[in-house]
C-alpha cells in the first residue's frame, strides 16, 4: 500500500479526478472509465503527489447515488490506475462497502467527507489497512448550506475533527489526515475564518488537507464560474499553505503546483 511522503516545507498536491456527470466544476468531462483513467495518468504527470477519485457528487444540492452506480463509475478506474502510478489513491466515498471495495481495488487511502462518523466506516479503515482523510461538514450536500451558523467555526471544527481522529486512532487506523471541509456547511465568512485559522487545527499534530479549487466562495469574491477560478484558487493555496496546510486539494495540477514551488520557497526562507 502506497503512503504519501511528507517534506518539510513543501505543500503536497492532491489531484482531483471526478468520475462523475454532474461534479459542480467538470461534471461529464471524465465519466467513461476510459477517459477517467487518461485523466488521471496526466493528473500524476502534472505533477500530483496524491489522486482522489469519486463517484459521486458531492456539490450542494447534490442527490446520493447507489452504491452499485458509484461502483460502477469509481472500481474500473482505480483497478486501471492502481497498478501504474507510484503516487498513492484515494476514494472519495461515504460507503462502506464502496470503500473496501475500493482499497482491494488499490485504493491507498479512503476520503470520507461525513467524517467517519458511520462507525461502519471506521471499521473499513481499521481492517482494511487504508490510511484516512476525515472531513468536516454541517449536515449533508443537500441541506449544507441551509443557513450555518457556528459561535467559533475553526474551534467547533477543530473539536468534531479532533474526535473523529481519536476515535479512528482507538480503532487502529494510521495515517490519518484532516479536512476543514471549505464550503461544506460554511458561508464565506467561515471558509475564510477556516483558512486563516489552519495552524490552530493544524496544532492537533495531524496533516490537513485544504480544498478551495473553484469553490463558490472564490467566485463570490471574484466574480465569474468555476472556470474563472484559477487565480482565486492558487491565491487561496497560497494562504492555507503559509497558515498550516500539508496538502492542497485541486482541479488544476500544473499550475498549482508551480504556485507552490513558489509559495513554498517563500514561506521556508531564511528557516
Not at 484558487?233 to 497560497?238: G, N, Q, V
Amino acid at each position: 500500500m502506497k503512503k504519501l511522503e511528507f517534506t518539510p516545507g513543501r505543500t503536497l498536491v492532491c489531484g482531483i479526478l471526478n468520475a462523475t456527470p454532474d461534479s459542480f466544476s467538470d461534471g461529464g468531462r471524465w465519466a467513461s472509465p476510459g477517459d477517467a483513467a487518461a485523466r488521471g495518468m496526466e493528473i500524476c504527470e502534472q505533477g500530483a503527489d496524491l489522486l482522489d477519485i469519486g463517484g459521486e457528487s458531492s456539490r450542494p444540492g447534490s442527490a446520493p447515488v447507489s452504491a452499485e452506480e458509484e461502483g460502477h463509475r469509481v472500481l474500473p478506474v482505480i483497478k486501471a490506475l492502481a497498478p501504474r502510478l507510484k503516487i498513492p489513491i484515494s476514494v472519495d466515498t461515504c460507503k462502506p462497502e464502496i470503500a473496501r471495495l475500493a482499497v482491494k481495488a488499490g485504493a491507498d487511502i479512503i476520503n470520507d467527507i461525513t467524517g467517519f462518523t458511520d462507525p461502519e466506516m471506521i471499521e473499513a479503515a481499521a481492517s482494511s489497512g487504508a490510511g484516512v482523510i476525515v472531513m468536516h461538514m454541517r449536515g449533508s450536500p443537500r441541506t449544507m448550506q441551509a443557513d450555518p451558523v457556528y459561535a467559533d467555526v475553526v474551534e467547533e471544527v477543530k473539536s468534531f475533527l479532533a474526535e473523529r481522529a481519536a476515535a479512528l486512532e482507538k480503532a487502529g487506523v494510521r495515517n490519518i489526515i484532516l479536512d476543514p471541509g471549505i464550503g461544506f456547511g460554511k458561508t464565506l465568512r467561515h471558509n475564510l475564518a477556516l483558512i486563516a485559522g489552519l495552524s490552530r487545527i493544524r496544532a492537533l499534530g495531524f496533516p490537513v488537507m485544504l480544498g478551495v479549487s473553484r469553490k463558490k466562495f472564490i467566485g463570490t469574491l471574484t466574480g465569474g464560474g468555476p472556470e474563472d477560478r484559477l487565480g482565486g484558487t492558487i491565491a487561496a493555496c497560497a494562504a492555507g499553505a503559509v497558515n498550516g496546510a500539508d496538502i492542497i486539494r485541486v482541479h488544476d495540477v500544473l499550475e498549482c503546483r508551480r504556485a507552490m514551488l513558489v509559495a513554498d520557497a517563500i514561506r521556508t526562507a531564511g528557516k
